[in-house]
């Protein structure tokens, strides 16, 4: 609508030059006695006509890209002024910025410790049953899970003392305080103990991660948003 209008703007102050244009001989003619003269005006006149039409339009167009620049210029620095004297927007966006930053950063920092939790949990839960390079290589295998590398999982192998049930426990324990599904404890777990846990499917692991019966290793759930294991707490307590 906008270049509609500067389109009709420019035709319509070309056509009143070109107006003026072609009545300047009666405005002359009053002046010229010669008839000869006077023709030889009229000649000249119409004869450049086309010219001055075309450069009419060309002025035109100058003249109103010279007014739109001039009008972006002048909103450019009032922009700027209003942002040197007011403040507050920049204020505002350095804010949300720091808010997000800290927000990310304290993300992190909380992954960080929940995964030192676990890190702790599994070399006083499972060392007496492998061996330490084994824990190490577990441990491995819950960081590479949790970010989706379920390729990269390795098997793990026991001194045959953990029961099915003690190895359930330790994936939903685990599985919990890192907001695993059911599911992917399951997976998890069958992948990590393919030996122990050989005959078995996913969604029967999945159905009895918290089966109770006699074990070893208890299930552990976290008090709250408390991701700490009671076990361990009640290992440093006695």
């Given at each position: 609508m906008k270049n509609r209008e500067n389109y009709?703007?420019?035709i319509g102050s070309s056509a009143i030059l070109v107006l003026l244009y072609c009545m300047l001989p009666s405005f002359i003619a009053d002046l010229i006695l010669d008839r000869?003269?006077?023709?030889?005006v009229y000649v000249i006149l119409f004869s450049s006509l086309p010219s001055f039409i075309i450069g009419s339009i060309f002025v035109s167009v100058l003249l109103r890209k010279s007014r739109v620049n001039s009008k972006s210029f002048i909103d450019e620095r009032?922009?700027?002024?209003?942002e040197e004297t007011n403040p507050s927007s920049c204020s505002e966006k350095e804010m949300l910025e720091s808010i997000k930053s800290r927000t990310i950063q304290e993300m992190h920092e909380k992954e960080e410790y929940i995964l030192k939790t676990i890190h702790e949990y599994v070399i006083h839960t499972i060392t007496p049953?492998?061996?330490?390079?084994?824990?190490?290589?577990?441990?491995?295998?819950?960081?590479?899970?949790?970010i989706g590398e379920t390729n990269k999982i390795q098997p793990i192998y026991t001194n045959g003392k953990l029961t099915t049930l003690d190895i359930r426990h330790l994936a939903w324990n685990i599985g919990e305080r890192l907001k695993w599904s059911g599911t992917d404890r399951s997976k998890f777990i069958k992948q990590c103990f393919p030996k122990e846990l050989d005959g078995w499917e996913v969604e029967t692991i999945r159905r009895t991660l918290r089966q109770k019966g006699?074990?070893?290793i208890k299930l552990d759930i976290p008090l709250s948003d408390n991701v700490k294991f009671n076990t361990i707490n009640a290992v440093y307590a006695s």
């Amino acid at each position: 609508m906008k270049n509609r209008e500067n389109y009709f703007l420019v035709i319509g102050s070309s056509a009143i030059l070109v107006l003026l244009y072609c009545m300047l001989p009666s405005f002359i003619a009053d002046l010229i006695l010669d008839r000869f003269a006077l023709s030889r005006v009229y000649v000249i006149l119409f004869s450049s006509l086309p010219s001055f039409i075309i450069g009419s339009i060309f002025v035109s167009v100058l003249l109103r890209k010279s007014r739109v620049n001039s009008k972006s210029f002048i909103d450019e620095r009032n922009k700027i002024s209003d942002e040197e004297t007011n403040p507050s927007s920049c204020s505002e966006k350095e804010m949300l910025e720091s808010i997000k930053s800290r927000t990310i950063q304290e993300m992190h920092e909380k992954e960080e410790y929940i995964l030192k939790t676990i890190h702790e949990y599994v070399i006083h839960t499972i060392t007496p049953y492998i061996n330490e390079d084994s824990v190490e290589l577990f441990f491995d295998n819950i960081l590479q899970y949790n970010i989706g590398e379920t390729n990269k999982i390795q098997p793990i192998y026991t001194n045959g003392k953990l029961t099915t049930l003690d190895i359930r426990h330790l994936a939903w324990n685990i599985g919990e305080r890192l907001k695993w599904s059911g599911t992917d404890r399951s997976k998890f777990i069958k992948q990590c103990f393919p030996k122990e846990l050989d005959g078995w499917e996913v969604e029967t692991i999945r159905r009895t991660l918290r089966q109770k019966g006699h074990c070893t290793i208890k299930l552990d759930i976290p008090l709250s948003d408390n991701v700490k294991f009671n076990t361990i707490n009640a290992v440093y307590a006695s």
